[in-house]
């Protein structure tokens, strides 16, 4: 595992140490999935691998940042107060950046950017953050009825990919009448949309 330019004042190998430090075993295999797909898509897309392999490895470091951190770095760091009323899934990744610039030191615009996109999507979507978004729904690990499709879709087109993930997890969280983050379906209006 070695990223040729960091985006960040830390070695790739320091990098490495500290994202598998702060999450389990899975979780990072995950990441080193979702890493090796972004690099994939990113070929396919004509975007530089280099960095959609970092951006990949990253999206999820601060999945198992605790409750009580978050809600902290909520509080006291300028965000808005409404994401109180969300929980982890929806702040690993919006919040989740705050995590990285301490601890990883990443700086980097369009990496901060798919990192906090990578979960509900959103209005726009820049080619990076289609490919984060959509290699941590196809990535190796992965297996949910209509991955395959998911895969076959997303490797053939990769804006509907970005369609056919919003799609099903809405359908998904309709479902178990779980709570849609507002952003989500809009996104899903963009990208989702079939006519
Ligand atoms: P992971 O971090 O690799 O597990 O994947 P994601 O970051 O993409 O998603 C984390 C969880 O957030 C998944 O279970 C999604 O179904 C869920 N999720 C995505 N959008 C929404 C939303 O609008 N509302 C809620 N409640 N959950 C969502
Ligand atoms: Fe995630
Ligand atoms: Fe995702
Ligand atoms: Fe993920």
């Not at 690099?39 to 959609?52: F, S």
Request: hydrophobic share 35%; aromatic share 12%; glycine share 6%.
């Amino acid at each position: 595992l070695f990223f040729k330019k960091t985006y960040s004042t830390l070695s790739s190998a320091e990098i490495v140490a500290k994202e598998k430090s702060n999450m389990t075993e899975d979780r990072f295999e995950h990441c080193i999935g979702v890493s090796k797909t972004a690099q994939k898509l990113a070929e396919l897309n004509h975007y530089d691998e280099d960095k959609a392999a970092l951006a990949g490895f990253i999206h999820d470091y601060a999945k198992q940042v605790s409750v009580e951190d978050y809600r902290e770095v909520i509080k006291t760091k300028g965000f808005d107060q409404d994401l109180l009323n969300w929980n982890r899934s929806i702040w690993h990744g919006i919040v989740g950046t705050y995590f990285i610039q301490r601890d990883l030191k990443i700086t980097d615009s369009e990496i901060l950017t798919a990192v906090r996109r990578h979960t509900t999507a959103d209005v726009e979507m820049t080619t990076l953050d289609k490919i984060v978004f959509m290699a941590d729904y196809i990535e190796p690990g992965r297996s949910f009825p209509g991955v395959e499709e998911a895969r076959k879709i997303t490797y053939a087109n990769l804006d509907k990919g970005v369609g056919y993930q919003l799609a099903h997890t809405l359908e998904f969280l309709i479902e178990k009448r779980d709570k849609i983050y507002p952003r989500t379906l809009d996104a899903y209006n963009v990208w989702g949309i079939e006519e």
